[in-house]
């Protein structure tokens, strides 16, 4: 027995140096290259201005009446590209905005606090010295739909309506301070996956939800996950969630009229469709002029069901002014 179990030890052992080995050459490979992605990333799209001593990036395509303003989940790190295959098809109509926020796509990760005042300050101050003008059709998606909120709240005469892309609530964040060990253990193993380089050992359809973008395209999206994936400014949006829903609560509702596209909770909520769909039910319980569109698909539903959205949205705003 007791030979067995030294048998064991020192295989365990060597499993655990070998281990250790693997992530020591990881971890130096993936700083190598991690200086040519940085890089690389400097021939951006988009255009940066600078927001508290720092460069943000927004992009910007086509011309319209309304202008459309996109706003990325917690952890989607490139903005440009994740929405591009709906905004492609609204660009003809409408002029498409592209907030990314300081820790998402081209623009810096920042030395600050993330909260939710300062993070709405920067979105509007970007906006302004770039000249783009509301009132704007908001169209945030997860997290973003907390910011989205509190923009209406605050300043309703900017927001012509909100178009949820599956955004997350007040309601989503409720007890949210029982799961945040939980959750920043995930965020901890993240992030140090992101250091020693392992999201290069993931395909591209694990981490990315292709849509219609071309092969440059995804390849320029990975050198972002690469450099940028859940990095201290994404962690330090979550530590805010609660403040910011309270902020809302605060308040009445807004006016706006909304458009809200519900998933099934599959890909990224972490919840059944009962739990996820009730949130957002719940909700507009307290909103007046409000439409939710139920669709059977994943979290980012604007990858799987762009062409139904776009649809939808389009009849939409024609209509806001009816």
Not at 66 to 84: A, E
Not at 102 to 122: H, K, N
Request: with cysteine; net charge negative.
């Amino acid at each position: 027995m007791k030979k067995a179990l030294k048998t064991i030890g020192k295989f365990l052992l060597g499993l655990l140096i070998l281990l250790a080995v693997f992530l020591i050459v990881m971890t130096i490979y993936n700083q190598v290259m991690l200086k040519k992605d940085k890089e690389a990333l400097k021939e951006h799209i988009g255009q940066m201005v600078e927001i508290d001593s720092n460069e943000m990036c927004v992009y910007t395509e086509g011309v319209g009446d309304h202008t459309l303003v996109f706003m990325s989940g917690s952890g989607t790190s490139s903005p440009i590209y994740d929405f591009k295959t709906l905004y492609s098809r609204l660009s003809d109509n409408y002029r498409i905005v592209v907030i990314e926020k300081f820790g998402y796509g081209f623009s810096d990760v920042v030395d600050a606090d993330r909260d939710f005042d300062t993070i709405l300050r920067q979105d509007r101050e970007a906006l302004s010295k770039l000249g783009i003008e509301g009132p704007f059709v908001l169209c945030p998606h997860s997290m973003s739909g907390v910011e989205a909120i509190m923009w209406a709240q605050e300043y309703p005469d900017e927001v012509e309506a909100i178009v949820g892309l599956d955004m997350a609530t007040p309601e989503a964040y409720d007890g949210i301070s029982e799961k945040s060990g939980a959750m920043n253990v995930a965020y901890a193993l993240n992030s140090a996956a992101r250091e020693c380089g392992i999201f290069r050992l993931l395909s591209d359809d694990t981490l990315i939800n292709r849509g219609e973008l071309t092969d440059d395209e995804i390849a320029i999206y990975r050198k972002i996950i690469n450099v940028k994936v859940l990095n201290k400014n994404v962690i330090s949006e979550g530590e805010f969630t609660d403040e910011a829903c309270e902020e809302i609560r605060s308040r009445d509702m807004p006016e706006t009229p909304m458009l809200l596209f519900v998933s099934d909770g599959s890909g990224g909520t972490g919840l059944d469709k009962e739990t996820w769909r009730g949130f957002t039910e719940k909700f507009a319980e307290n909103v007046e002029n409000e439409t939710i569109v139920e669709l059977d698909c994943g979290h980012y539903v604007h990858d799987f069901e762009y062409e139904r959205i776009s649809a939808d949205m389009k009849e939409f705003i024609e209509n806001l002014n009816s």
